[in-house]
């Protein structure tokens, strides 16, 4: 089931990165370039120091100058994660397209790259409310309220996880479709972003 083995690449690439703990720790995908498990891993990598990056930019006595770098580098973070996803939806489309789809099928509201992002934030959510609900400095009244919050990012993993599986198993049965829109962010691009192409002038 492909729900399950995103799920265990998240969880690697989650444990890789806390060995470290570094936003600048270079990447090192234990997993061929041709294998779908390469593009999970580097998936859920960039999500993984963007949580950290976003930990860190909310730092209140964070210097002003070090934030917009920071930030910059959040925005970067952000294309890249857009990219990888539509790589993921790009292999899907190769491994379904020869699919006869029913003349009844139905689109989903979203595509499957866009649910596995899904499971990789919530593999980093799972990951640290445990760290949170087993943190030993802490009071046992936070440790209580972030098992029952845990319990439910569990509940949510099952289900969302027999969702992605269902949703797979319809489009490679014909019942329903793929149709991939690409994000065109418009901030990132200065022929769209009206401050980036106004300073070009």
Not at 127 to 150: I, P, V
Request: charged letters at 30%; hydrophobic letters at 35%.
């Amino acid at each position: 089931m492909f729900s399950k083995l995103a799920y265990s690449v998240f969880e690697e690439s989650i444990k890789n990165y806390h060995q470290f703990d570094n936003v600048d720790q270079p990447i090192s995908n234990p997993y061929p370039k041709d294998k779908f498990e390469h593009l999970l891993y580097h998936k859920n990598w960039i999500d993984t120091v963007q949580w950290h990056f976003e930990d860190i930019i909310r730092d209140p006595n964070i210097d002003p100058v070090v934030a917009l770098t920071l930030k910059r580098r959040i925005d970067s973070s952000n294309q890249e994660r857009t990219d990888m996803v539509e790589y993921i939806d790009s292999y899907f489309l190769q491994k379904y397209s020869t699919v006869k789809v029913k003349f009844e099928a139905k689109i989903n509201s979203e595509s499957p790259a866009w649910a596995f992002d899904r499971l990789s934030i919530l593999a980093l959510k799972i990951y640290h409310m445990h760290e949170e609900a087993t943190r030993a400095e802490a009071s046992q009244d936070h440790r209580d309220k972030c098992q029952l919050k845990l319990n439910i990012l569990l509940e949510q993993r099952t289900d969302l996880s027999t969702a992605i599986d269902d949703l797979l198993a319809d489009i490679e049965n014909g019942d329903k479709f793929m149709k991939v829109y690409k994000q065109m962010k418009m901030y990132n691009d200065d022929e769209l972003n009206p401050v980036l192409y106004q300073n070009k002038k």
